[in-house]
């Protein structure tokens, strides 16, 4: 029998409890058999940043070395457009999830570098936060993408319009058929968009989707028959959301409250009630939570129980709270019956993307 530490169970056991850079740099460094399992967990997970990326050096180590193929989540943000076009010559093949962010607007030119990325033949899932000029950049992206994808979250810039219909892809009719899509784009600017024929995407299927406005109209009658899954973010008026009667099989809810609760709460109750026994899971989200708030809170939440027998699990996120709030919080959570599962978390900074969590 060989060492111990060279069992392969064993060593990631070992690695599962390895976060940090420079410990991971240190393990890989104890002998060989230890040093792909930790340049796996360290390479895993790759950010580039404007500030922080020297494009010669990193191409060249890339194009000549094994780690490439061990990068999973590859993150671009706010690289110069003078820098991509030097990515384009380098196969990401297995990457899985894929962000790209920027501020500046981008142009033809650099769009066709970034159609490189989402051809990854391992790529399930797509972020994209950027500044087009044109709606019909966006979409020249698709042409040539990987038949995997099934998760994209687009936030566009200031001036990309939709428009009335897009054009065609050229030379390409198959449709990305998604199970998740978010935009923070208005619904009635990229409803209408979304379901045209030649848009290069279908979202017959979709599961998930998350929006920072209401649901309605004829896109939210295309959603409703396969949606489980809904986040609704950034609800300015929840009166404006209607209800979300229509989506018959709803099986998690990711709502942004804002006080006063009862109108944010009042969205989810006009689930029907021979369709409330779907509904499993919420995740509700709230800033700024002070004492009274705090009371207010677990007070909806106890009638939610009470309409919501089904509820598994209720997770709450709070934003900026004091430590006599969090304290009263638990003691008002205590009071809520222990049929459902109630997890809860404070933190100042925003989360991670909505996908990552729902879908």
């Known amino acids: 029998m060989g060492h111990p530490l060279k069992i392969p169970e064993l060593l990631d056991l070992i690695l599962s409890s390895v976060d940090a850079p420079q410990d991971l740099k240190a393990s890989a460094l104890v002998c060989r058999s230890w040093a792909l399992p930790s340049q796996s967990r360290l390479f895993s997970s790759i950010y580039l940043h404007e500030d922080e990326v020297h494009p010669r050096l990193l191409l060249s180590a890339l194009q ?14 706010d690289l110069p457009q003078s820098v991509l076009p030097r990515f384009a010559h380098i196969s990401f093949y297995g990457v ?16 066709c570098t ?9 790529l399930v899932s797509v972020t994209i936060s950027c500044n087009f000029r044109r709606s019909d950049d966006f979409l020249h992206i698709w042409d040539r993408c990987s038949h995997t994808i099934m998760n994209l979250s687009f936030t566009p810039g200031p001036d990309f319009n939709p428009g009335d219909s897009p ?31 030649s848009s290069p995407f279908d979202i017959s299927g979709l599961k998930a989707f998350q929006c920072n406005d209401s649901i309605r ?3 939210a009658e295309t959603l409703a028959p396969a949606l489980r899954t809904i986040a609704i973010l950034s609800l300015i008026d929840p009166r404006l959301t209607q209800d979300i009667s229509r989506f018959r099989r709803l099986q998690q809810l990711d709502l942004e409250l804002a006080y006063p ?7 989810i109750c006009t689930i029907r009630s021979e369709d409330r026994h779907h509904l499993q899971a919420l995740q509700l989200h709230v800033s700024q939570l002070e004492e009274a708030q705090a009371k207010a809170l677990a007070h909806e939440l106890r009638h ?13 996120r709070v934003i900026s709270a004091s430590a006599e709030v969090r304290m009263n919080l638990a003691s008002y959570f ?9 997890h809860w978390e404070f933190d100042a900074v925003e989360e991670t993307p909505w996908y990552t969590r729902i879908v």
């Open 64 to 77: 000549r070395s094994h780690l490439i193929r061990l990068i999973k989540t590859l993150n671009l943000i």
């Open 96 to 111: 899985h999830t894929l962000g790209f962010h920027g501020r500046s607007a981008y142009y033809r030119r650099v769009v």
């Open 114 to 122: 970034i159609q490189k990325f989402p051809s990854s033949p391992a």
């Open 167 to 197: 054009d065609p892809a050229p030379g390409g009719s198959r449709r990305i058929k998604f199970e998740s899509f978010g935009c923070t784009k208005s619904l009635d600017k990229i409803g209408r968009w979304l379901r045209d024929p």
């Open 217 to 219: 109209g004829v896109f």
């Open 261 to 267: 609760f009862d109108e944010h709460f009042g969205v």
């Open 304 to 316: 939610l129980q009470s309409v919501f027998s089904h509820i598994k699990t209720v997770h709450l």
């Open 334 to 342: 205590a009071q809520l019956d222990p049929k459902t599962a109630l």
